[in-house]
């Protein structure tokens, strides 16, 4: 049962365009997401996260989106640059837990082409 | 800061020999680490949940008797898969939530390729 789906595997956008990077859920638990960008042979690199009392979080050029009736969060990336390739994934957790547990999509390859 | 390290990035053994994995974080105290498994081109799975001071919880489907958990200080966490097979070379990567942290904000380390023979 995948809780939290990225159904992009891919997505290749052209530098300075924007880049919208979508991820669904299917447990109304959860309260707190993440997104993280992952390069090969690394651990992932934290990005941004919003809280369920948001719908709307941004820094810098990354802004994410959390549509909590359609269970649906979407990451947002403009302009994008060459460097922000990368595979990103969405993670949801239940805050309220406290066990800290994060629940991992399955990644969407970003591809932006110079 | 939120640095986490993982020793060795790469092993390579022999079926059957045990390898050790560390997880340390580096410039804060770590109440929690979670170690996760990477297939190719595929989700991070978690494996199993670390707390300094006391047993791992792991999640279903993870032999608790093959990847052993040992979460000896607050900053240091090892993974230990036992009689290792084929099948289990994978990419392992932990984490670690700060001790005082206001969200669940986890720290990556840099994972280890493992590769069994």
């Known amino acids: 049962d995948q809780q939290v789906k990225q159904n992009s595997p891919s997505l290749s956008v052209q530098e300075g365009r924007i880049s919208i990077l979508n991820c669904d859920y299917t447990?109304?638990?959860?309260?707190?997401f993440l997104w993280y960008k992952k390069y090969p042979a690394e651990g992932p690199t934290f990005l941004i996260s919003?809280?369920?009392?948001?719908d709307k979080n941004e820094d810098g050029r990354f802004t994410v989106f959390l549509n909590k009736s359609a269970k649906h969060l979407s990451l947002h990336i403009v302009p994008s640059q060459p460097g922000d390739s990368a595979v990103y994934f969405c993670?949801?957790?239940?805050?309220?837990?406290?066990?800290?547990?994060?629940?991992f999509g399955q990644g969407t390859t970003l591809q932006v082409k110079p | 800061g939120a640095v986490v390290s993982q020793h060795p990035s790469r092993v390579i053994c022999k079926s059957g020999t045990s390898v050790k994995i560390e997880c340390r974080s580096l410039?804060?105290?770590?109440?929690?680490m979670f170690w996760y498994r990477q297939f190719p081109k595929k989700s991070l799975m978690l494996m199993a949940t670390?707390?300094?001071?006391?047993?791992?919880?792991?999640e279903q489907g993870v032999e608790k008797d093959k990847f052993l958990i040992n979460h000896a200080s607050l900053t240091l966490s090892t993974l230990t898969v036992t009689s290792a097979h084929p099948e289990d070379s994978s990419f392992y990567i932990c984490?670690?939530?700060?001790?005082?942290?206001?969200?669940?904000?986890?720290?990556f380390g840099p994972g280890t390729r493992l590769t069994v023979l």
């Open positions: 670390s707390n300094e001071g006391s047993k791992a919880t792991y």
């Open positions: 447990n109304s638990m959860f309260d707190y």
């Open positions: 919003i809280s369920s009392i948001k």
């Open positions: 993670a949801a957790s239940v805050f309220s837990s406290n066990t800290g547990k994060l629940i």
């Open positions: 984490s670690a939530r700060p001790a005082v942290q206001s969200y669940n904000e986890q720290f």
């Open positions: 410039d804060f105290q770590a109440t929690t």
